[in-house]
C-alpha cells in the first residue's frame, strides 16, 4: 500500500495551495483519510479528517480549508484557503484502511509534502 501525496509548494500569505493523496495498492477498503501536519520544532497535530462519522477540521484551519474525498479512487484533498506563514508545514497524509474483509482497519501514511507561506 502506498499513499502518494502532492500539491504543497511555496506561496505568499493570502494564497491558495490544494493538497492531494491518493492510496494505492492491493486495498479491500478505506474508512477515513485525513491530513496531518508538522511544523519544525513542533508535535504533528490533526489539520482535518474525513470518514464514516463526518469531518473534523482543527480550529486553526476552520474556514479557510476544505478537505474532501474521492471514494471511487481512494483519493484525498486538503483546499488551502488564505495561508498564513503559520501554516508552514509538512503535511501527511493518513488513511485508515484494511486489506481484505476480514482485517482490520490500519493506519498508513503518505511521505509528506512541504508547504511554505511567506509574509
Known amino acids: 500500500v502506498q499513499l502518494q501525496a502532492s500539491g504543497g509548494g511555496l506561496v505568499q500569505a493570502g494564497e491558495s495551495l490544494r493538497l492531494s493523496c491518493a492510496a494505492s495498492?492491493?486495498?479491500?477498503?478505506?474508512?477515513?483519510m485525513g491530513w496531518y501536519r508538522q511544523a519544525p520544532g513542533k508535535e504533528r497535530e490533526l489539520v482535518a479528517s474525513?470518514?464514516?462519522?463526518?469531518?473534523i477540521v482543527a480550529v486553526s484551519v476552520k474556514g479557510r480549508f476544505t478537505i474532501s474525498r474521492d471514494s471511487t479512487r481512494n483519493t484525498v484533498y486538503l483546499q488551502m484557503n488564505s495561508l498564513k506563514p503559520e501554516d508552514t508545514a509538512v503535511y501527511y497524509c493518513?488513511?485508515?484502511?484494511?486489506?481484505?474483509?476480514?482485517?482490520?482497519?490500519?493506519?498508513?501514511w503518505g511521505q509528506g509534502t512541504l508547504v511554505t507561506v511567506s509574509s
Open positions: 495498492g492491493s486495498i479491500f477498503r478505506v474508512s477515513g
Open positions: 493518513k488513511a485508515d484502511l484494511r486489506l481484505a474483509a476480514w482485517d482490520s482497519d490500519r493506519a498508513y
Open positions: 474525513i470518514g464514516p462519522g463526518g469531518t
